[in-house]
């Protein structure tokens, strides 16, 4: 449902997504981030607490990426070769 209404190119900010996908999740709800782990806010506060938050009312994330890897704290990731 999400995904249908965001748009994306060239490089990625992660937490105007983020931001949609918690308002949007229903407590419970498995999220997962497919990426090429190319993401600019990452490391920022504001994202950061977005992660958590997320982690906070889903019953599982999972960050999977196909290059850079980042530590998500709570969240599962996997990196695809």
Do not use: Q, Y
């Not at 449902?1 to 990625?12: E, H, P, S």
């Not at 996908?21 to 090429?36: E, I, P, Q, S």
């Not at 994202?47 to 196909?66: D, P, Q």
């Not at 709570?74 to 990196?79: A, D, R």
């Amino acid at each position: 449902r999400v995904a249908r209404m965001l748009r994306g190119g060239k490089g990625t900010v992660i937490k105007f997504a983020l931001s949609k996908c918690l308002k949007n999740m229903k407590a419970g709800d498995v999220v997962a981030v497919l990426t090429d782990g190319d993401i600019w806010d990452v490391n920022e506060e504001d994202t950061r607490t977005l992660f958590s938050n997320i982690k906070a009312k889903a019953s599982s994330c999972i960050f999977a990426t196909t290059r850079t890897v980042h530590e998500i704290p709570g969240w599962t990731t996997i990196k695809i070769s």
